[in-house]
């Protein structure tokens, strides 16, 4: 015990002057030791939605902060001029604000917020000096996200509806206390809700202080708008003439809907009242339309392949006048994941994972050209222009969270500091990358992450972490659960390897996983597993596997196919059993394509591989301590996956643990139970893969102090 733990003192709600809620704020905290525990990690800002006003000289963004004691979160608006001064907090309510936009010339900054007396989403807007707050919409169901018309004439906005043709009323009549949903129909749950509500959007007028009656302009049609779980304000784009704008809308329903990837882009127009399908004939993924400054073309995100959400994104060009199209990335084996036009629209900005990290690039929009704007150990997300030459992003890394920076021409200059008090405090690890020989002559690049005070002459435990998705980037993100600088600052080495299936290095190395789930991507696993435990400082016979989603179903594979490599695994949310999975899951489409098929395709040769190598299937050669962590109200990998794992463990023989929150989805969210999440698991991995110590979660060793003021 003794050095290993850490006291720390939280001190961030006070009362609000016109409500009897708490107003959440940036607590006080006190660090001892430098380390970094599940009570500082929840301190931490997140910093988010970096806005620059129309003229470039200012930044709009929130700050969120969360409450133990209150088990929530609060995000507050600020500003800040792009050179990093002036910097401002101009809300203060106990309710988040978000979906940030400038108004009127950037005399205003409209926002959604929480209408105190209904408790609904209500778009409001402030100066940005913080003063004059108003609220602009009184929508009987709330506003889920808007856009501004450029005239600023009129709003787009997303609000929930009643699903159409629920004939059903007269099966419920007398019946006001039944529980029971009737079911027809695949996609009656998605993420974390039964589909009870689906979004449609709706077109105002504005007159400068209030929006008009407004019109759904799907009106009739059954279909989602913003898309669900987690579309928002990208989903629109209004043409710069504000006659038009384009929104993003997968028109299926039901079955279809669950084994689809086809949304297309919509072009309505405003004085027609008509649609036409910009997009028709593709049949993935196309979203995150913009129109170029100039309103002649537009760009998005395109993906080709029916049902494969993981492909490759295209950046594509459209010239509206003749409607032909450009794939702008067609020779380049990396693709965007997020953009931003030039004012020029000569070029557009863009981040997407190369070898590692995410850097930001520009490519010109005539002969496709790529420059590099900013690079570096870190990612870059959500790039805005500020100017030809200059952009706005926020950069993280495995050491920080979010912070803003402005880039340009290779510099780039960090202009907010959230928390610099509290990193300041802790005692760093150390990040180094490493080239992995892989079983079939590759190399694939790992991240070892080095406790603090790294002594060279020691030995430690290490973890090898398996990513979810399966094709998620292990670059130099930042997580609040996933963190890598609080299980190092708990005394384990890391190694993060970006085995196949990961984006950054080709289309093919990220599309090899699918169909092969128990193949090369494990190998890839088991050679960084290797690979570590032969590092002089690792202590070979105490090395551990943990990860999520895709994440823990490599720790349940793993567990039946390690040869004793591994002393203790812990899988949160993963999948066990593929062919409940195949099932069981929301979105079809995904298991369908990445399994290869269903299981009862007897003469499907991918499909019966992918569940000939069911983690439950390996039980028996399973030898390894086991904690498994679920969530009830997950609906993508349900929460049953990790109970079979658990109950197979258990009878198996094995000492196993399993940790359930009944009110969590497939992460864990809550402030509290994302603290318990962290006591168990490292308790869980001090027990087996440091015996020389006592496990620090227990009745006599973390005191946290949690105090608010009032």
Known sequence: MGALMLPALLVGCKGSEDSKEKIIGKPDVKIEQGMLTPEVLEALAHVNEATPSPDGKTIAFTVAYESIEENK????????????????????????????????????????????????????????????????????????????????????????????????EALFNGLDKTTGRLVNDLMFKHWDEWITEIP??????????????????????????????????????????????????????????????????????????????????????????????????LAWLSMKTAGYESDKKRLMVMDMATKTKRDLTENIDRWPEGFAWAPSGKKIFYNGYDGGVCPIFSINVADCKVDTIANGVCDFVAVSALSDDKVVAMRHSWLYPNEIVVAGAGDVKQITDFNKEILSQLKTPKVEKHLVPTSDGKEMTSWIILPPDFD????????????????????????????????????????????????????????????????????????????????????????????????????????GHNDGRFAAMIAHAGMFNLEAQYLETEEMFFVHHDFGGAFWEKDNATAQNTYANSPHRFVDKWTAPILVTVGEKDYRILASQGMQAFAAAKMHGLECEMLVFPDENHWVVKPQNAILWQRVFFNFLDKYLRPDITPRYGKESVKTEVKNNK
């Open 73 to 168: 979160s609060n995000a507050e608006i600020y500003r800040i001029d792009s050179d990093g001064s002036n910097l401002k907090q101009i809300t203060t309510t106990a309710g988040s604000e978000g979906n940030i936009r400038w108004i009127d010339g950037g005399e205003r900054i409209a926002y959604i917020g929480v209408d105190p007396e209904t408790k609904t989403s209500q778009i409001f807007a402030i100066s940005p000096d913080g003063n004059g707050i108003t609220k602009l919409s009184n929508v009987e169901n709330g506003v889920d996200c808007f856009e501004f018309s450029p005239d600023g004439k009129m709003v787009i906005f997303g609000s929930n509806i009643k699903p159409y043709n629920e004939n059903t």
């Open 200 to 297: 449609h959007p709706f077109l105002a007028s504005f007159d400068g202080e209030k929006l008009g009656d407004a019109t759904d302009i799907m009106e009739g049609e059954p279909y989602e708008c913003p898309m669900k779980p987690f579309g928002g304000a990208e989903t629109f784009a209004w043409s710069p003439d504000s006659r038009s704008l384009v929104y993003t809308s997968r028109k299926v329903t039901g079955k279809e809907y669950a084994f689809s990837t086809n949304s297309d882009l919509y072009l309505y127009d405003i004085e027609k009242k008509t649609t036409v399908n910009l997009t028709e004939g593709n049949p993935g993924y196309d979203t995150d339309p913009k129109f170029s400054p100039d309103g002649k073309s």
């Open 456 to 559: 060279p002459d020691k030995k430690y435990p290490a973890l090898l972490y398996c990513q979810g998705g399966p094709q998620q980037a292990v670059s130099q993100f930042w997580s609040f659960r996933w963190n890598f600088m609080i299980m190092a600052a708990h005394g384990y080495v890391v190694i993060a390897p970006n085995r196949r299936g990961t984006p950054g290095f080709g289309e093919e190395w990220n599309a090899q996983i699918s169909g092969d789930y128990g193949g090369q991507n494990m190998k890839d696993y088991l050679a960084a597993a290797d690979y570590v435990a032969a590092r002089p400082y690792v202590d070979k016979d105490h090395v551990g596997a943990v990860g999520a989603s895709y994440g823990g179903f490599s720790v349940y594979w793993l567990s």
